[in-house]
């Protein structure tokens, strides 16, 4: 071997390295690499090379666009259901196609959880595929720009760039398609998707109005009960934080964080909080401390995410709480430099100086829309922090806001639902029912500024209390439709259909009314428990594409029958119909059957092509079966090649959306035969 000619300066090994990369990574890796080369020319190669690896780690290029990414999942898609051409056990398919996942650094659907007819619709799904390496680009993407040191104060802050364009083209692209998708309900009334969406917690100045407004209900019951406010801060410990802020106050400066582990993303740290948090709960619960109010989650300059909290308290248990926090907030590295400082801070509520509400707003803001803020603590426009923010919550799946104690908010909104009450209805559920509707008014206060605000405090109230936990009065009513079927063949979820309530109320049966008060007997009327049901206001509604400019449909609107191709790997099924006699769309094993199967004619088996003998205008058809036309040949937008079909643009999203479903149908005991798809159409 001539090892004179094997041997690769270092330069042009190193700008081989990161050539793979986005560009504006590839200067940073070398200015890094080439600062320290000098000094100690094994370390820095040992260095960048480790980097490298964990970069080129992620399948799919760092610098791919959203479209690739669909591209991308489209393909696996194919591969998926093009084994299944090849492997015709069921167990067998499942363990190829999870390796398939898995070599794209994903994790399969779990075989405890998911059966195996579901699991294999959810591989061979184009949608499945893009949603999951949508998620897995992206953090990977961030991932690698918080080890670079992009995301920092002073360059990216709480989140790069690429993570903040692709949430607002991602919003953009969501917008779009709720303005051009049009809901008529039963009553005739034709909305935007956009509009409904304005009505709900979506709106944001709506999420941060309810915020608001179950934290100064909160705050009212504190005072009325005498207890005390806490607002604290939790912080993640030196090691999960990537940079590090020194200097004095006048002229500080960031740089790397030595003690940083390499390995800590954002959605790590919400963990560990979420741990910490758990075991703090856990110790007040032993000891009979109750705490009720609201914590928020918020990325501190590298994205390293911190805990705010404001909760209420027994004024006579604030050390027992301080307590508990300190002793698991501090249980990972105790004893850093300025953990007792900085790890955790308390500030009690001082009622005379302004309520809860006051102490949390410009977080809320923050969070959602920068409302009423001009800029954050670093000196940036709360329009763009809010954004960022945002942006680094969607990108790591952090749940920014989340209720502390209390009953769930889940029955205030089902109940703004609920029109009116049935007479006779229990005292608490008339209570929460006049707090949730916008004639609620406070304890007999006539200011008419104040009558027209709901009234989270008297809802808590009639539910129970701040403390009920799991015991509050009124729930959600939900019901499960038998028979109706996921997208993936599942049985679906239930949906809530109203609110319901226990009460005692006393009762006097019919054959004791005519018996006489004065019996010398005397005369106790009975108790009774009594179940109540209300049904709350919802409307059917049907999605349809709101016409365009140049009088075409959108694709939610058109519907046309596509092509479709049956891959059948035994005997026994020809047309879409089993030779027992069972019809398409029939449900086999909770798994339902394409609708579709059977429905044009001149179907083949074993992916031949779709054809009609006769059919007019049509390229010939060349499929296992015998010669025909292949119909819809006349269109522009569809191409023949050897007697196929092939499906182009909106046509083929539109077949995608309706067929990802692929059946497994037992017969017997064993698993003889199975009907797959339609699956995709694809070159032979």
């Not at 994903?106 to 998911?114: K, R, Y």
């Not at 909305?191 to 209900?217: D, H, Q, S, V």
């Not at 030196?238 to 400066?253: D, L, Y």
């Amino acid at each position: 071997m001539n090892f004179a000619r094997a041997f690769v300066p270092d330069p042009v090994w190193a700008a081989g390295r990161v050539a793979p990369l986005p560009a504006r990574w590839q200067g940073r890796l070398l200015d890094a690499w080439g600062k320290t080369h000098k000094a100690d020319r094994t370390g820095a190669n040992i260095a960048l090379r480790e980097t490298t690896e964990k970069l080129l780690a992620v399948r799919i290029p760092l610098d791919a666009t959203d479209a690739q990414i669909c591209d991308a999942a489209q393909a696996l898609a194919e591969r998926c259901a093009s084994a299944a051409e090849r492997i015709h056990e069921p167990g067998a398919l499942r363990r190829h196609m999870e390796s398939i996942v898995r070599g794209q650094g994903l994790e399969p659907p779990d075989p405890c959880g998911v059966l195996l007819g579901p699991a294999l619709a959810r591989m061979t799904c184009h949608q499945w595929w893009r949603r999951k390496l949508r998620v897995h680009h992206g953090r990977s993407v961030e991932a690698a720009a918080i080890r670079l040191g992009y995301v920092r104060k002073g360059r990216e802050i709480y989140c790069s760039n690429e993570a903040l364009q692709s949430r607002l083209q991602q919003n953009a692209r969501n917008l779009a398609s709720l303005e051009n998708t049009t809901a008529t309900n039963e009553l005739g009334q034709e909305y935007t998707l956009a509009e409904l969406a304005a009505k709900g917690p979506a709106n944001k100045a709506i999420r941060r109005a309810e915020l608001m407004t179950r934290i100064a209900g909160f705050e009212r019951i504190a005072r009325d009960m005498g207890h005390e406010g806490l607002f604290m801060t939790i912080t993640c410990p030196s090691r999960m934080h990537r940079m590090r802020t020194v200097g004095p106050k006048h002229a500080r400066v960031v740089v790397d964080n030595p003690r940083w582990d390499t390995v800590t993303t954002p959605r790590i740290a919400q963990a560990y909080l979420s741990k910490v948090w758990a075991r703090i709960r856990a110790k007040l619960a032993r000891i009979k401390i109750g705490l009720y109010g609201f914590r928020i989650a918020e990325p501190q300059h590298d994205g390293t995410p911190h805990w705010h909290f404001v909760v209420f308290h027994d004024a006579a248990h604030t050390q027992q709480v301080r307590g508990a926090v300190l002793e698991h907030a501090l249980k990972d590295s105790p004893n850093e430099p300025g953990a007792h400082t900085h790890r955790v801070d308390f500030k009690a509520i001082d009622w005379s100086k302004g309520g809860a509400a006051g102490y949390i707003a410009k977080y809320v803001a923050k969070n959602i829309d920068g409302y009423r803020l001009e800029n954050d603590l670093h000196g940036n426009p709360s329009m763009e922090t809010s954004a960022r923010v945002e942006a680094w919550a969607s990108r790591w799946g952090i749940r920014q806001f989340q209720q502390v104690g209390g009953p769930p908010v889940g029955p205030w909104r089902e109940l703004r639902r609920v029109e009116a009450l049935p007479a006779g209805a229990p005292a608490h559920l008339v209570q929460a029912h006049e707090a949730v509707n916008k004639v609620a008014k406070f304890g007999g206060d006539a200011n008419a500024a104040t009558a027209g605000r709901v009234a989270w405090d008297n809802y808590v109230r009639a539910q129970g209390g701040v403390f009920c936990g799991r015991e509050y009065r009124i729930k959600v009513t939900k019901v499960t439709d038998e028979g109706r079927l996921t997208s993936y063949g599942e049985q679906a979820g239930p949906r809530p259909v109203g609110i319901e309530t226990t009460s005692v109320e006393t009762w006097v049966p019919a054959e004791i009314l005519a018996m006489h008060p004065m019996d010398r007997h005397g005369f106790e009327p009975l108790r009774r428990t009594v179940h109540w049901f209300v049904e709350s206001t919802r409307h059917q509604w049907v999605i349809s594409g709101r016409a365009r400019s140049t009088g075409g449909v959108s694709i939610a609107a058109a519907k046309p029958s596509p092509w479709t191709r049956v891959n059948n790997c035994t005997e026994g099924v020809s047309n879409g119909t089993r030779n027992n006699g069972e019809p398409a769309g029939a449900v086999l094993a909770g798994i339902r059957k394409s609708g579709a199967a059977g429905e044009n004619p001149g179907e083949r088996l074993h992916g031949a092509a779709v054809a009609a003998a006769g059919a007019d205008a049509g390229c010939a058809g060349t499929g296992e079966t015998g010669a025909g036309t292949v119909g819809h040949g006349a269109d522009g937008g569809k191409r023949c090649h050897q007697g196929s079909v092939w499906l182009d643009g909106e046509d083929l999203q539109r077949w995608h959306e309706r067929y990802s479903v692929g059946v497994w149908a037992p017969r017997g005991e064993a698993l003889r035969r199975w009907v797959c798809g339609p699956w995709m159409p694809r070159r032979r």
